[in-house]
């Protein structure tokens, strides 16, 4: 695996065109933190087969074009070399267009939509990493904003509309149920659709193709990503989740994210650690229900929003356990390439 990056690495360096393609595939594992141009691969070939298996192609497109358009952006703007090439100006980017294109209905202006939205992310990432950069990173901050304002911007525009948003209405309080035993099936599916939605992406095959992008990068991230989601879909349920949600992994992306951040990326790898990032994981997904009660009103989604609070939070206290160099995740330092 190192030869072949290697001899990828002096391909890229020797062609403006191959170092393009790389940076877009770094940017696309970055979303999951992996600096690997082949994680990158796999994370688009899961992104196509979701898009495919749920009838909407436009949302792998949608996808494409964004992670071009925000390295190209960054490129425009002149930003540290060594992070653009490690594709940390690109992974908001993609997650914007993947939104966009997910709730949004199909039509010309979606695709102004979604390269404005991918162009803004660069300079949302950019303003984030000088506010909060003792936090860690802007994580997925940029994404979070930028598609939050422009989907409630469509409540405004009669030329977009919105497909997949969530029913606006008056918060009420949660109707208790008795829970069933949770069945081995849907604790599966829960798990691997938790993993896939990171990506917004309801599909078993999709997370398989996920996890082998994080094994190829870094076994620890898979094992903490599959923790992450397995841990998550036992705290839903144990609380009395809605079913559907916990099934359908809207309460375990988040979290999965949070496994994978503070457990591979943040700190070393410690018993300490573990116990402290399974604590991350677990308020991540009581974070995401209180997220996504709060954005009842406003009907858009709660997105990544818990995953960076959460994140941020257990980032403050850092110097209380071990950790990775000050320089991991700085935009201005790129992680190096597992």
């Avoid at 992450?228 to 375990?252: K, M, N, P, Q, R």
Wanted: aromatic share 10%; net charge neutral; charged share 10%.
């Amino acid at each position: 695996m190192e030869k072949i990056l290697a001899k990828w690495e002096s391909l890229s360096a020797s062609s403006g065109i191959v170092r393009f393609l790389d940076i877009n595939l770094r940017s696309t594992g970055q979303v999951m933190f992996q600096n690997n141009p082949l994680t990158g691969i796999l994370f688009l070939a899961a992104i196509a087969w979701g898009s495919y298996a749920a009838g909407v192609p436009q949302v792998v497109i949608a996808g494409v074009l964004a992670v071009v358009v925000a390295n190209l952006t960054a490129q425009l703007l002149h930003v540290d070399t060594d992070s653009l090439h490690s594709g940390l100006f690109g992974f908001n980017g993609i997650l914007v267009g993947l939104a966009l294109a997910t709730f949004l209905a199909p039509g010309p202006l979606l695709w102004v939509y979604v390269m404005l939205g991918a162009a803004v992310s660069v300079v949302a990432m950019l303003a984030t990493t000088n506010v909060v950069r003792p936090w860690g990173g802007a994580l997925t901050f940029p994404f979070v904003l930028t598609t939050w304002l422009l989907l409630l911007a469509t409540y405004g525009f009669s030329g977009l509309a919105g497909t997949a948003l969530p029913s606006g209405s008056v918060v009420t309080a949660f109707q208790p149920y008795e829970a069933s035993p949770l069945q081995l099936i849907d604790l599966a599916q829960g798990v691997f659709l938790s993993i896939s939605q990171v990506f917004l992406k309801a599909s078993g095959i999709a997370a398989l193709l996920l996890l082998a992008g994080l094994a190829v990068s870094s076994l620890a991230a898979a094992a903490f990503a599959l923790g992450g989601s397995i841990l998550a879909v036992l705290t839903a349920h144990l609380f009395g989740a809605e079913s559907d949600l916990i099934t359908g992994g809207l309460l375990g992306f988040s979290p999965v994210l949070t496994a994978i951040a503070l457990g591979t990326v943040f700190y070393q790898p410690n018993w300490r650690v573990v116990v402290y990032t399974a604590l991350a994981t677990v308020f991540t997904v009581i974070v995401q229900s209180a997220v996504n009660v709060a954005l009842t009103p406003f009907a858009i989604p709660a997105l990544t929003a818990p995953f960076v609070l959460v994140t941020w939070l257990f980032l403050l206290p850092r110097q209380r356990l071990e950790r990775v160099p000050e320089d991991a995740r700085d935009i201005e330092k790129p992680a190096a390439v597992a």
